[in-house]
């Protein structure tokens, strides 16, 4: 499985997304937008529905926790609202976002230098819940416990990112 690199994605969402600029100075040359697949779209519009749940437009952390930490990992700068509709529908699309599979023989050995918050970022963007302590081995792999849809798991966060179920 090919490792992925948040760098396309986050071209995409940096043309997007204007700067901190107020609206009426937003460069209005149009963005190219990355099609999708009626399904994923439609998908996607209806998972942004759920999530939004006070119906402003954007998702809060505490509405999407999974996707800022998704958006952190990639670098991605959320507005102070969250992220708004039609950026989400445009990352939603994307295969990248959507990954969790981690490569084939993970988690590798090697020097992590993700700090405890960037590896929790990447366990919280894999839709574990509930973190607890986590703890960098002598092998240079963060692991933790959390839960995963409704099941308690431990898991492991190698310097490459994967994030593992582990026994």
Same mark, same amino acid.
């Given at each position: 499985?090919?490792? +992925? ?42 998972? =942004?529905?759920?999530? $939004? ?5 954007? +998702? ?13 990992? $990639? ?15 445009? +990352? ?41 302590? +986590?703890?960098?081995? $002598? ?15 431990? =898991? ?12």
């Amino acid at each position: 499985m090919p490792t +992925l690199r948040p760098l396309p994605l986050l071209a995409v969402l940096l043309a997007a997304v204007p700067a901190a600029a107020p609206a009426q100075e937003a460069d209005p040359t149009p963005v190219p937008a990355q099609p999708a697949a009626p399904a994923a779209t439609a998908d996607c519009e209806a998972e =942004f529905g759920r999530l $939004d749940a006070d119906g402003d437009g954007f +998702l809060t952390l505490t509405e999407a926790p999974r996707d800022h930490a998704r958006a952190a990992i $990639d670098n991605i700068t959320v507005a102070e609202q969250g992220i708004a509709r039609d950026n989400w529908l445009t +990352l939603c699309s994307s295969p990248h976002w959507q990954s969790n599979q981690p490569e084939e023989g993970a988690p590798f050995e090697g020097a992590n230098s993700f700090t405890e918050e960037q590896a929790r970022d990447r366990a919280a963007a894999w839709q574990i819940t509930g973190i607890g302590s +986590l703890a960098l081995d $002598d092998k240079g792999i963060w692991r933790g416990t959390g839960t995963l849809d409704g099941t308690a798991v431990d =898991f492991a966060i190698d310097y490459r990112g994967n994030v593992v179920i582990t026994p």
